[in-house]
Nanobody, 122 residues
Framework: QVQLVESGGGSVQAGGSLTLSCAAS????????MAWFRQAPGKIRVGVGN???????AYADFVKGRFTISKDNAKNTMYLQLNSLEPEDTATYSC????????????????WGRGTQVTVSS
């Protein structure tokens, strides 16, 4: 089973930026789907966006063009660029791997990382 480790979280002021990384223990080009989720205090975990093995990327509506997902298969790492951060973006951000048949639309999540904390102050 693939292991995932997130990094890059921290504390920033509103309007700031962060880049999160998700390092995988296996060849990311072979992972059908990798995704970012977040969970704010007292709220349920929600999807932020995902990227499949064909390079197709999808985002949640609340991203509003502020976040960018990318993947470097040579480094077996997925990234989440966070721009124009708002206090409402404060959450633990986790990455996940799964999918089926080269798409995020099928299959299940097979692995989770432990998460990295992002705190945005006003």
């Amino acid at each position: 089973q693939v292991q995932l480790v997130e990094s890059g979280g921290g504390s920033v002021q509103a309007g700031g930026s962060l880049t999160l990384s998700c390092a995988a223990s296996t060849d990311t080009s072979s992972i059908d789907c990798m995704a970012w989720f977040r969970q704010a205090p007292g709220k349920i975990r929600v999807g932020v966006g995902n990227i499949d093995s064909n390079g197709r990327i999808a985002y949640a509506d609340f991203v509003k063009g502020r976040f960018t997902i990318s993947k470097d298969n040579a480094k077996n790492t997925m990234y989440l660029q966070l721009n124009s951060l708002e206090p409402e973006d404060t959450a633990t951000y986790s990455c996940a791997a799964g999918g089926y048949g080269g798409t995020c639309a099928r299959g299940t999540i097979d692995a989770w990382g432990r998460g990295t904390q992002v705190t945005v102050s006003s």
